[in-house]
């Protein structure tokens, strides 16, 4: 277990302390003084130190903050220093207020030398755990919320169904697996839900039971009504006989139509073929027509172009034909002598020379192109006279004898096509035929009347035996449910007296840690047999915080804080402000620091 322990705690400037220095006994230190000495400011002291907030949880700063510098004294320097040893390797402490003008400013040392912030909460969280403030202020863990408690009470618990199930017992184990599958909440609902439904289920029997009663109908005698049905079916069917001539002339009527359907149908399908072939020919007549007129579009924007590049050819042959030779007739220079000017014969004359030579082949050229420019157009006029031919040239149409012939065709087949047959004839002996057997027909009709109430009552025999049959089915289900429902109570009921079992088990667990007449009860159960998690710590049957005396309570939070401190192998200092109101202290395995109201006008240390 690791053990922390105060050797000596260093007060300077902190709340009503001017300066105050503590040295701790290594087991029990009682802190004595008058009220308003300064003993819970040593608790206070030693909080601030290691969580940077008092005793009670407050901080510094904030709505429900604490005072840390004397009153009166808001600008001169706070500290608190604590020598340490943790499991036997010392350490010093200490956080201090500096003012730095109008602000303030933490300070923390670590064996005298100054860390950050973070450093120090780094060491700190080393030494100490998260829930310190739990194992070192008695009272402190019981005034947390009830979950946090129970939680961390339970921690560790491992006791299981599996432990408190009879060993001969099918039923209990069968309840136990299926908690182990499901879990007991999830098992518990289910269970209920099932419950409730086999009850809702047989609640709703008998309205099936008055549902099939109600359109249950009368017996009859079924064997006589059947009989009677066959005796007017003979009768109806004799009355409703059509006659063979009324048969064979409408045969004879249905293959006069059949005929002229298939004679109208071929002219028609000859006449369709050849308007197909008629809109065929107009519609390669349209396409030749857009090709045709295409192409002679084609050939007027060539036309244009080559005109246009005629003219560039005409402006361009007589720009060179109207060029002429300039010589360059700058003064020659002498060599020899810049500006000055020459007048030696051989070299004016080597100059005319050379200007001769290059007139000469100045014509040549102008020449040579003025015959590039007079072929070039030479082939234009000769695309341009071929394509103004073609353009000219009439165009005749095709397909247009094709499609005169072909329309004719077409209006001549459709001409073909057989109109409607006359059987006015053979319609009228029919209607006369039809006119004769009304008068057999209201009599048939009396008949099947008859026929159809008889079948009416005769269907009534089959809904006779479902309704029997329903009868049966819902007294089977009825006496199925109550085996269901009985069977579902038992478990429910086995389940929960194993669950009560269990939570039995886990308190007696927790509260074997305990002694001097404290225990926690940690499920309550309901009115309705179910069980709902608490927390609720009693000294001799009376809930703490709620009756029981002041030395109780402070025993039992010691007690508790032994548990806890066990439970993290770690052993803090406690400290137990208003001891004197404990005349024996429960003995607690860990430096303790207890703070009594004495007489005493200065703090006395035993």
Known sequence: MKRIKINNLTLENFKGCGYEQINFNDRTTEICGDNGTGKSSIADAWMWLISGKNAAGQSATGKSSFAVLPIGQENVPAKVTAHLEVDGDEITL????????????EIFLVDETEVQKKKFDEIIT????????????????????????????????????????????????????????????????????????????????????????????????????????????????????????????????????????????????????????YNDLKAKQSEANRTHINMIDQARKNLETWNKQRDLLREQWFSVNDSQFTPDESRLVCPLAAEIECQNPILLANKKEAQRKAAENFEISKKAELEKIHVEGLKLKEDCEV????????????????????????????????????TTTIDKRLEEIVAAMADKTTAEKATRDKIAELNKQLGEEETAKKCDEQFTAIENERVDLQEKLGDLENDLATGLELKRRQMKAVESEVNAHFNNGLEFVLFE?????????????????????????????INAALQVIDYLQTKKELALPVFVDNAESVNQHYNINTQTILLRVTNDESLTIK
């Not at 109806?236 to 004679?263: D, G, H, M, R, W």
Request: proline share 4%; hydrophobic share 35%; glycine share 4%.
């Open 126 to 277: 080393q030494i100490f755990t998260d829930d310190f403030r739990t194992l070192s202020i008695p009272g402190e863990f019981l005034a947390q919320d009830w979950k946090v408690q129970r939680a961390a009470l339970l921690a560790g618990t491992d006791v299981t169904i599996a432990d408190i199930i009879k060993d001969d017992d099918d039923h209990e184990k069968k309840i136990a697996s299926d908690f182990e599958t499901f879990g007991f909440e999830t098992w518990e609902k289910s269970t209920k839900k099932k419950i409730k439904e086999a009850k809702d289920k047989l609640a709703a029997i008998p309205g099936k039971i008055a549902a099939v009663a109600a359109v249950r109908p009368e017996t009859r005698d079924y064997e006589a009504i059947k009989a009677e049905i066959n005796k007017l079916e003979n009768e109806a069917t004799a009355a409703s006989k059509v006659p063979p001539e009324f048969e064979t002339l409408n045969k004879q009527k249905a293959e006069i139509f059949c005929n002229f359907a298939k004679t109208r149908n071929a002219a028609m399908q000859r006449a369709n073929e050849l308007q197909n072939y």
């Open 525 to 553: 159960e309901q009115v309705n047999g179910d069980f709902a998690d608490t927390c609720q710590l009693l000294i001799d049957g009376v809930p703490y915080g709620r009756g029981a005396n002041r030395a109780g309570e």
């Open 94 to 105: 200490s956080r201090g207020i500096e003012s730095k003008g109008k602000s303030k400013s």
């Open 387 to 422: 394509t103004e031919a073609e353009i000219k040239k009439p165009y005749k149409q095709p397909y247009t004898a094709e499609i005169e012939i072909a329309e004719k065709e077409w209006h001549e087949a459709e001409s073909k096509i057989p109109t409607a047959p006359d």
